[in-house]
């Protein structure tokens, strides 16, 4: 059995608009790449962290915490080392935290021969999840894990289910550089929702479910609204109407906010429209003088993987 192993840890979008907490999807080029070695020195070390400032203590990181969940239910009779090459900035809304947490506990279930599945995988993560969010969410690390469109169906107990992913489906996601914290942007949202709001929520994410089961596109653009958490949390990104309005206007399906944002997430069939929306929101954040990154691309139904 291998002693060393390299991984890709992808980015993912979660929420999806009308799927607040259960749905999200896995996106393919933007990742984390992390290294996980067996040692023998008993625990979990993190060695090595390039990209962002994080801490190396494994309480305190998000790898760390979730490495430590499986590794004291697993009891192996070897340590481990962490080095996190990291990408995905914290705090961009596109599953940083999530990344993390899925990659130490992805790659130590590898060198141990794969004792748990993919589920049990998410309940240790959502361990290091939680100590970034402060609260327990697994739909950026269910696509992470398992690639392709999640539905967690339920936290307790952990149910996730897979949906099907158009295979014309594109995302353009651009991520005006300012930093939003999950716990904050959690903090600013309603604790109780009238019931129209709700019924117009729960109708929508029926159907958008419904559209990627059968890849029908005009549903789905139909479906993407979010009547219940964009109207709080959009205030937060500045000229976030205007880049949704020009994304839509050149051709998106739909768009939203990627996670809790600033990171912002559209959906387009064909890479010819994704591209589209690319320039259109380069176009309004050229202006703006906030830096931003800008990203095109197809939905990854594969999910973690080992380089
Ligand atoms: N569903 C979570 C939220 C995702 O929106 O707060 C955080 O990335």
Not at 106 to 118: D, T, V
Not at 135 to 163: Q, Y
Not at 169 to 178: E, G, K, R, V
């Amino acid at each position: 059995m291998k002693n060393e192993i390299k991984i890709f840890s992808p980015a993912t979008v979660a929420n999806v608009a009308c799927g607040f907490d259960v749905l999200g999807f896995c996106l393919d080029s933007i990742g984390d790449e992390m290294v996980i070695r067996k040692t023998d020195k008993k625990g979990i070390h993190i060695t090595k962290i390039e990209g962002f400032d994080l801490p190396f203590e494994a309480e305190l990181n998000v790898a760390g915490v979730s490495a430590l969940a499986m590794y004291e239910a697993a009891k192996p009779d070897c340590g481990f080392e962490i080095e996190i090459y990291k990408n995905i900035k914290p705090g961009s809304g596109i599953g940083s935290s999530a990344a993390s947490a899925v990659g130490s506990v992805f790659g130590m279930n590898e060198l141990l021969g794969k004792p748990y599945n993919q589920t049990e995988l998410t309940q240790f993560a959502i361990k290091g999840e939680a100590l970034a969010s402060k609260c327990e969410h697994a739909d950026n690390l269910a696509p992470a894990l398992f690639g392709g469109f999640t539905l967690v169906k339920s936290i307790s107990p952990l149910e996730i289910l897979e949906i099907p992913s158009p295979k014309n489906l594109y995302a353009t996601i651009i991520h005006p550089q300012i930093e939003i914290k999950t716990s904050e942007s959690r903090a600013i949202l309603p604790k109780e929702i009238p019931l129209q709001d709700a019924i117009t929520q729960w109708s929508n994410f029926g159907s958008l479910i419904h559209s990627l089961h059968t890849s029908d596109y005009e549903l789905l653009q139909r479906s993407l609204h979010d009547v219940i958490v964009e109207p709080h949390r959009s205030k937060l990104i500045p000229h976030y109407k205007e880049a949704k309005k020009a994304a839509l206007q050149h051709g998106a399906l739909g768009a939203g906010i990627s996670g809790s944002g600033p990171s912002i997430f559209t959906l387009s069939k064909g890479l010819e429209n994704a591209n589209k929306v690319q320039d259109a929101l380069e176009k309004v954040y050229s202006k703006t003088g906030i830096a931003f990154e800008i990203h095109v691309t197809k939905i990854n139904t594969e999910g973690i993987k080992i380089l």
